[in-house]
């Protein structure tokens, strides 16, 4: 099984100091465990693909019945061109990770996440990011209907409370493997 990490959202206007999911996000410590993270898949020779929403500064591009996407419209929010869709402080995206641009919530909307990776032959995904009830309960959720072995690392997600983190986390029971980091590094060594 060839694995590839996916890691979602780790942007200004998604976990900046000013959104919802900026609490959760550093005190579970998201951000240097995303770093430790890529590094160590990097080091196995398994792609790191750091997925972030953003938009066309004229928002032609928003889905254009959301609720969620037009309320960022009209905050002015996720348009590529911004600070806002800049990767957060601190975060190790390397030249060799790929990065994919989404368009919706799931990690898949609007990009060619899915033809790289059949293309690539990566059948199992290993998620993480922000945040546990959208991103990745709506990537978790495609990639196992496109037939995907799909691993949660619970701890390198985040949510804007701890309850919504582990309600999505069990939520995904059925459809994705609920791992850690440490698991994950420990049973690939």
């Not at 799931?106 to 032959?121: T, V």
């Not at 493997?177 to 698991?183: K, N, R």
């Amino acid at each position: 099984m060839s694995s590839a990490l996916i890691i979602i959202d780790l942007i200004q206007d998604i976990v900046g100091e000013h959104a919802a999911s900026h609490q959760q996000t550093h005190e579970r410590g998201v951000i240097p465990l995303a770093n430790k993270t890529a590094a160590y898949a990097r080091s196995q020779k398994i792609p790191v693909i750091w997925i972030k929403v953003g938009f066309a500064d004229d928002y032609h591009d928003i889905p254009t019945h959301s609720p969620m996407f037009n309320s960022v419209k009209q905050a002015g929010r996720l348009r590529l061109s911004s600070p806002g869709c800049d990767w957060i402080e601190g975060l190790d995206v390397q030249p060799q990770d790929e990065v994919m641009v989404k368009k919706a919530v799931s990690a898949f909307a609007g990009n060619s996440l899915h033809q790289w990776l059949s293309d690539r032959g990566y059948d199992h995904l290993l998620l993480g990011g922000v945040s546990s009830l959208m991103a990745i309960q709506s990537t978790a959720r495609q990639a196992h209907a496109l037939g995907y072995k799909v691993s949660v690392l619970e701890d390198l997600c985040a949510a804007a409370t701890q309850d919504a983190h582990v309600q999505s986390m069990a939520a995904l029971g059925g459809m994705a493997y609920i791992s850690s980091t440490a698991e994950w590094i420990k049973n690939s060594q």
